[in-house]
């Protein structure tokens, strides 16, 4: 899941926080962005911005959802054994 996680960051910190808006020239959705690069003094911030598909919106969605279940199914395992480990047989 920690790999899920870090792979598709960027994308996901798009769909949630960009600024989606219309194109008035193509009529079509753009999401708009900034990102940071590097680190320390070298930390830089660029901006992000091109047209982007429902597909790929619902997607990014989909993705969100399903790392949204794995980590409450890791809690609730997690909680079902401490709760056994609380109250030994």
Request: glycine share 6%; no cysteine.
């Amino acid at each position: 899941m920690a790999n899920k996680i870090a792979d598709g960051v960027e994308n996901r910190n798009l769909a949630a926080h960009g600024a989606f808006f219309i194109d008035d020239k193509t009529d079509g959705i753009r999401v708009a962005h900034y990102f940071p690069r590097g680190k320390g003094n070298d930390r830089r911030w660029f901006e992000y911005q091109e047209a982007i598909s429902e597909r790929a919106i619902r997607v990014a969605l989909e993705e969100i959802d399903q790392l949204l279940r794995e980590a409450v199914e890791i809690r609730s395992v997690l909680e079902s054994k401490r709760r056994v480990g609380a109250n030994p047989p």
